[in-house]
């Protein structure tokens, strides 16, 4: 018996069966009601069949925008959900989408004449949650993420001005090297530096469940001093009411001083020219301390508040103090600033542009340079200018695509 037949005899056998079955049913139970995103659906009536709640698929589709196609030959069904491919048989018992077989418990039947596809399996392709309430005869469909912009959007942001670990999944692995009881939002160091521009750009997002999601964003952050641009990978999850970071890679990053920064620092130079010159001198002794390993001068040069950041996040009770004393013990390092130049100056913070000259040497290894561009960046503070953080502006980099040329993906991807 050839495919055709075999498909045409089944499909009449479910379809006497199957009406007789529907039939009884719907006389002693209430209609169900579909919504979809918050939206009652007319023409699409949801039957349930030993445990498994089916909808008729071509008015299904039509009711979500989904193309459909039968080929009279093969008497193969077909349509096109969200670009992705889907096709199937009458009284068969599989599903083909988008390069994928799905087996189903029973053969996908037939009553009065429309061919009947199961909800859950279809809505979960179509990317919809499905929620049923059985008291009031009601079932509702809602887009993955439907609603979810803004909280999304609001996690994104914070994080990258934070990088708080309360933004984390339970199951972050970075959740096993920071101190939880730090509140990094709440300690966020507020700026003299004036931000420009700061955008926060959602690329793409992909919804693979109703509480994960992956996509990429474009941050644009630029400042007096730096214009910088991040790209990110992030796995999110739903957990406990609120969006959370799963996992996330860095795939490009971008730093150019600002066009003006040359007539900023002649600005400095011009008009406050003993306080700039006060902040490089300060800058160099912090640096001669370096080179010299005087461990009491380096803690006096450096911005407390960094040490004291240190001391409390870190959760294994090292002190910032015994790391640089190590360091001292077992590593040569060098430092060696010049060109340097004073290209922010408030009241209690200031940044200095120059090319440092760093050399590290391993016991008896022999000393490697490294010359960078760097924006250095100081705090005020106990009567003098401190080191606080510095920044390589030659450490840009893409890796958006590999060298085949195909997209980065997260880890699990």
Request: negative net charge.
């Amino acid at each position: 018996m050839n495919r055709k037949l075999s498909v045409s005899l089944l499909s009449f056998c479910l379809l006497v069966t199957t009406q007789l079955f529907v039939g009884s049913a719907s006389a002693a139970n209430k209609p169900i009601q579909l919504y979809v995103n918050n939206v009652k659906i007319a023409g699409v009536q949801p039957i349930v069949m030993s445990g498994v709640m089916y909808v008729p698929y071509r008015s299904f589709f039509s009711a979500l925008g989904f193309t459909v196609a039968y080929d009279s030959d093969t008497q193969q069904i077909s349509g096109a959900i969200r670009g992705a491919e889907i096709q199937f048989w009458a009284g068969e018992d599989r599903i083909e989408f988008d390069g994928v077989t799905y087996y189903l418990d029973n053969a996908i039947p037939v009553s009065n004449g429309q061919v009947y596809l199961p909800l859950r399996l279809v809505s979960n392709l179509s990317e919809y949650s499905v929620n049923y309430d059985k008291a009031n005869s009601t079932v509702r469909l809602q887009a993955y993420g439907l609603g979810e912009e803004a909280a999304i959007k609001e996690l994104l942001t914070k994080y990258y001005d934070t990088f708080s670990p309360r933004l984390y999944s339970s199951d972050n692995l970075k959740l096993n090297y920071m101190n939880l009881e730090y509140d990094y939002e709440a300690n966020k160091p507020v700026s003299e530096i004036k931000l420009r521009d700061y955008t926060v750009t959602v690329d793409w997002i992909k919804f693979t469940s109703a509480t994960e999601a992956q996509l990429q964003v474009t941050y644009i952050k630029n400042s007096e001093v730096l214009n910088q641009s991040d790209v990110y990978l992030f796995d999110i999850r739903y957990e406990h009411g609120q969006w959370k970071i799963a996992n996330e890679a860095v795939i490009y990053k971008n730093m150019e001083i600002p066009k003006d920064i040359d007539t900023q620092a002649a600005s400095i130079m011009k008009n406050r020219y003993g306080e700039q010159n006060t902040v490089l001198s300060d800058l160099r002794t912090y640096y001669q301390a370096l080179n010299e390993e005087n461990l009491e001068l380096t803690v006096q040069f450096t911005d407390p508040s960094i040490i004291k950041s240190w001391n409390d996040d870190n959760f294994v009770s090292v002190t910032w103090e015994s790391i640089v004393k190590e360091s001292f013990a077992h590593s040569d390092y060098r430092y060696h600033l010049f060109d340097e130049r004073v290209v922010f100056l408030g009241e209690k913070e200031a940044v200095v542009q120059g090319k440092l000259d760093f050399s590290m040497a391993i016991e008896d290894e022999k000393a490697d340079h490294d010359v960078s561009e760097v924006l250095i960046y100081l705090k005020y503070a106990n009567g003098h200018w401190t080191y606080s953080d510095d920044i390589n502006l030659d450490l840009d980099f893409d890796n958006r695509v590999d060298s085949a040329g195909n997209p980065a993906k997260l880890s699990g991807w």
